[in-house]
């Protein structure tokens, strides 16, 4: 029952959106990286996201929050996520496999979970541990 | 220990991309996930002059331009779609794993797409950074 309400709910067909939008991003990624080089596709990626940024400042009338640690955090985001995307661009352009890079590269909350034990005093619970486990797992593997 | 080179760019993806993570968490603590959005290509576009590479750059096909930017819209529209998501009634605790779960699909889509596959290992190890993936982000 809770799983044909699932596929009735708006929710879960944007989470489907967003998993068709971001493999869509992944393997287009690695198409554009045969050609073009990393710091020339993060540029392109970079302008290109500007008129997505557009659409939802429209949405807002223009009008954000004005508050100086929330746009500086944000920016901040924004910065780290470009030399990020930049190292994928070429991750991708060193002819590794694709579902590898992916799938190493969306490890990223192994990081994130730590800082957040180590910044913001969170707790790791059991499935977090689990999942380093896994994670160590995955890096073994993939280091021979 | 050799490490292949795609292996050390992606721990800059990791590293960098963590960092993120706990940023999107600081920020959207402030103002709303759509300022944060906003701001978040504010920082994109600063960085940009250190990714020019003159004239040059726009020399290259139109096809593998196209493949960049769709790839950069498909990700600000994914983007949107997981806050939508989370507007429209639910959990982060559901989405954020389910919606993590993309390189699944990178996986079955490689092999026709890009004429690339995975050996058994590979696939072993692809299959624990799933499981991983789900894990760390409930």
């Known amino acids: ?144 | 220990m050799h490490l292949a080179p795609w292996f050390w760019y992606s721990a800059i993806v990791l590293v960098t991309w963590g960092i993120v993570g706990l940023l999107q968490k600081l920020s959207t603590n402030e103002v709303s996930a759509e300022s944060a959005l906003i701001w978040l290509v504010v920082g994109f576009v600063v960085l940009t002059p250190v990714f020019y590479r003159g004239k040059a750059m726009f020399s290259y096909s139109a096809l593998s331009l196209t493949y960049i930017v769709a790839s950069s819209v498909l990700n600000a529209v994914g983007s949107w779609a997981l806050l939508a998501a989370m507007k429209h009634g639910g959990k982060a605790a559901i989405i954020v794993p389910l919606t993590a779960l993309y390189p699944l699909l990178v996986t079955l889509a490689a092999p026709f797409l890009l004429h690339e596959s995975i050996t058994p290992l590979e696939g072993i190890g692809v299959g624990c950074a799933l499981i991983a993936v789900v894990l760390l982000s409930t």
């Open chain 1, 1 to 144: 029952m809770t799983e044909l309400s699932a596929l009735k709910s708006k929710w879960f067909w944007y989470s489907v959106l967003c998993i068709v939008c971001w493999a869509g991003w992944a393997l287009l990624a690695k198409m554009g990286s045969y050609e073009i080089p990393a710091e020339a596709s993060q540029f392109l990626f970079a302008w290109a996201a500007v008129p997505v940024a557009l659409v939802l400042l429209a949405g807002r009338r223009f009008k954000l929050e004005k508050n100086g640690k929330g746009i500086f955090y944000s920016i901040a985001n924004g910065v780290l996520s470009a030399v990020g995307s930049w190292a994928l661009f070429a991750a991708y352009r060193t002819n590794g496999n694709t579902s590898v890079i992916t799938a190493v590269t969306a490890m990223y909350p192994l990081i994130s979970v730590v800082l957040a034990i180590a910044v913001l005093r969170e707790r790791l619970t059991k499935l977090h541990l689990l999942g380093l486990a896994f994670a160590t797992a995955a890096f073994i593997i993939f280091s021979f």
